[in-house]
Nanobody, 124 residues
Framework: QVQLAESGGGSVQAGGSLRLSCTVSGHTDPHSCMAWFRQVPGGEREGVAAIDSDGSTSYADSVEGRFTISKDSAKKSLYLQMNDLRPEDTATYYC??????????????????WGQGTQVTVSS
């Protein structure tokens, strides 16, 4: 049973920074991709950043240059460093992992395991 747990959300002013963490428990495929998604009430789940098993990354245009995704395989952890936060970044952020074998990038359909989410609120 794979379980994901996010932490690090909170409230910041525009221009501030936050670092989200995601801890993975259980056995995961070494070829799996991991990603961060976000969702606002009434909206669709949006891909923010993804990292594949080789360390290649992809980002949504809206966060390119401001957010950085990284992972520590030894610690079974995923991170999202968010800088220069904007009010439009306000959302619940979710960590996700795929079953492996395919690089799903920012497509939520490819991810089988999800965390409970952590709230990020950016005020102007």
């Amino acid at each position: 049973q794979v379980q994901l747990a996010e932490s690090g959300g909170g409230s910041v002013q525009a221009g501030g920074s936050l670092r989200l963490s995601c801890t993975v428990s259980g056995h995961t495929d070494p070829h799996s991709c991991m990603a961060w998604f976000r969702q606002v009430p009434g909206g669709e789940r949006e891909g923010v950043a993804a990292i594949d098993s080789d360390g290649s990354t992809s980002y949504a245009d809206s966060v390119e240059g401001r957010f950085t995704i990284s992972k520590d395989s030894a610690k079974k952890s995923l991170y999202l460093q968010m800088n220069d936060l904007r009010p439009e970044d306000t959302a619940t952020y979710y960590c996700a992992a795929s079953r492996g074998g395919v690089n799903w990038g920012l497509n939520p359909l490819g991810y089988s395991y999800w965390g409970q989410g952590t709230q990020v609120t950016v005020s102007s």
